[in-house]
């Protein structure tokens, strides 16, 4: 009674046996596909009440054979008319999701609320750190110096040759186009105030920062999500070590302390590609380069490049922190929030220079 599933049909009357299931039909699946096919069109009587079992995906063959209607003549039982009644009740067509009009104040409030709760998880961040400061300062034993040493070589020693290899080429590059403008008004003496101030005061930390931030704060944010993967800022938690001592200050004391030296490094890289293409285009001596270069630029500017410096390496480590901490436990979160960690700390470090463009803008400026 069990057995395969048979059709026959006797004088215009179609009855089915055996169990109708799809694991019983599959070996011959395409033979009833086309006995079914053919008897639909001139079979008005159907008997199933030998069928012995019948499953939902047979109930969709008899159905979609029938028409999706109901033979004129049905011998079934109860059972078996109920799995056939709930495939009668699908829709033809499934329906697809909703499409939601786009309404801009929504999408601008939505934005809105992200950035909120995002400054809210940096300032809970930093006010951890400050806890976690003082802590330190209270028990200085726990200082994690090999942490800390770790991120000063990785962030700071390990990109020396790609902040360098980008500020040579930027310097040469600013010279040569300023030359080019210069030479027509006969003012090539200028090309030291222009290169000094830009390089030192704006393009070094600025250009040393997008770099940073793309390396260095996407690796951060990277190793910080995969370790919320792989479950251990929880095994850390359960062993009743702090995650902001062991994970994320030494990544924002590291970056931090390191910036300015990178800033330093870049700046000097660029004038020295600036000073090589001034004396090829200008016969500008590297040595009157320099004697000039002190008069020329004030110290402030230094003094400013360099604090810019600390300041964006401190932005750059918290942000990333911030978004790796906030990764969950799969891939595609990981991604995301690497790409708004990078994205994130560029916008915030274009924001802050333009604040300290603000409010230094009378200082380290020559008086010509």
């Given at each position: ?111 809105l ?22 802590y ?16 000063v ?34 003012a ?50 359960t ?47 590297l ?32 942000i ?28 915030a470090v ?19």
């Open positions: 009674m069990n057995g395969a599933p048979r059709l026959q049909v006797e004088s215009g009357r179609v009855m089915l046996s055996g169990a109708w299931t799809l694991a019983a039909m599959l070996p011959d699946l395409a033979n009833l596909q086309e006995q079914l096919a053919g008897l639909s069109q001139r079979a008005e009587s159907w008997d199933l009440s030998a069928v012995a079992r019948l499953d939902s995906a047979a109930a969709v063959l008899l159905w979609r054979s029938w028409g999706n209607a109901w033979p004129a003549k049905l011998d079934i039982s109860t059972m078996h008319r109920q799995v056939l009644e709930r495939v009668a009740e699908l829709p033809q067509i499934i329906p697809g999701s909703p499409i939601r009009p786009f309404h801009i104040l929504e999408f601008i409030g939505g934005l609320l992200k950035a909120v709760a995002n400054v809210r998880g940096m300032i809970a961040l930093f006010g951890q750190l400050l806890l976690d400061l003082g330190l300062i209270r028990y200085p034993g726990d200082i994690p110096w090999k942490e800390i040493a770790a991120n070589y990785k962030s700071g020693a390990q990109a020396l040759p790609v902040t360098a290899l980008v500020g040579f080429l930027i310097g040469i590059t600013l010279s040569y186009l300023s030359a080019l403008q210069l030479k027509n008004f006969g090539d003496l200028f090309i030291i105030n222009i290169l000094g101030i830009s390089i030192i005061r704006e393009l070094g930390p600025v250009l040393v920062a997008v770099l940073v931030a793309g390396r260095s704060g996407s690796a951060m944010t990277a190793q910080i999500g995969v370790m919320r993967v792989t479950e251990e800022i929880d095994a850390l938690s062993m009743g070590i702090s995650r902001t001592v062991r994970v994320v200050l030494p990544k924002i004391v590291g970056l931090t302390a390191v910036m300015p030296l990178i800033v330093l490094w870049t700046s000097s890289v660029a004038l020295l590609g600036g000073m090589l293409a001034a004396m090829l285009q200008l016969d500008l001596s040595i009157y380069f320099l004697d000039n270069l002190p008069r020329a630029v004030p110290v402030a500017n230094l003094y400013i490049g360099l604090g810019k410096g600390l300041v964006f390496g401190f932005i750059i480590a918290l990333a922190c911030h978004f790796g901490l906030r990764v969950k436990p799969n891939t595609e979160s990981l991604s995301a929030n690497t790409t708004s960690a990078v994205v994130t700390a560029i916008t274009i924001l802050v220079d333009a604040v300290f463009a603000i409010f230094t803008r009378h200082i380290g400026v020559p008086n010509l």
